[in-house]
């Protein structure tokens, strides 16, 4: 479709102001410096190496940071578990009848899994060399964020901060972020979502563009005396409708607004299978692409330097070439 591409025009000057301003308006950079298919690397974890070779820092680091070895898997597999009871006890926290049967027994456990949290955010600073890189990522920000508002809740004062103290406590459902680094498949599932950014991006320029011109439409058509008082509350309609709701409180009235109505709402339904299709065919490809190289690579990691990624038959590191331990049975 070259409906809306930009027809072939040449510069009305090979030097001057022209020129440049010619460059300027119409010439598109090829690259922006971030390719479109780059594997997003915000929830990735950031390279850490040991704060000593020796002692019970290397044994923990080991244990906390690598994923090969069964004192480390269950490692994860216990912090897991810890994860789901916590936000499980926020949720039924929340439910009146039994916060008010059980508040004391509920304060106990949430400062129980505080102090344990709070345990293994203080070790994984301790036993790396570089605390501070662990510490500004998203996964040690999202640690702090587990159990700073349990922290916060003790600074807040007075009964009439209730309201404050409620929203710190509802903060702790953070915990469940933690669970995002002990799936392995949230990584394609977060890369293909990070691949399609620009399309989805673009599609919803389209769905807020057609928002924007039905609820124009229906302001004039309509007016304030159906409901359609401005513009905005006109797009509010419009977006509403296009997303099949239809909440009622605001009715087109005439002919003419109807017959928009139902045109939005054809709009509406064949516009909702376009975002799902651009993330499916963005994960069909990245599943692809994790299965061969599952297929050419294992997560054995170094003992030494910690690096993982190697080829299964390979018997030493690609990095400094340290022996490589025996592969676990599946």
Known sequence: MRLFSTPQLNPASETGWRRRWFDIIYR???????????????FSTPQLNPASETGWRRRWFDII?????????????????AIVASVLVVVVDSVQHVHAAWASWFYVVEWGFTVLFTAEYALRLLVVRRP????????????????????????????????????LRILRVFRILKLTRYIEESGVLLRALWRSRRKILLFLSMVITIAIIAGSLMYVIEGPSHGFSSIPSSMYWAVVTMATVGFGDIVPQTTLGRFVTSVLILIGYS??????????????????QAEAGRRRRDDRGCIVCGHEGHDPEARYCNRCGHELPEPLDP
Do not use: C, K
């Open 28 to 42: 598109v950079p090829h690259s922006t410096g971030l390719r479109h298919n780059a594997a997003m690397r915000l």
């Open 65 to 81: 940071y690598r994923h090969d070895t069964r004192p480390s898997r269950n490692f994860d597999l216990l912090l897991v578990y």
């Open 132 to 167: 501070l890189r662990y510490a500004l990522s998203v996964w040690g920000i999202i640690d702090l964020l587990a159990i700073l508002p349990t922290y916060l809740s003790l600074l807040v004062p007075g009964a009439q901060s209730l309201l404050v103290v409620r929203a």
């Open 271 to 288: 516009i909702i299978a376009v975002p799902t299709g651009i993330y499916t065919a963005e994960l069909a490809n990245g599943m692809r």
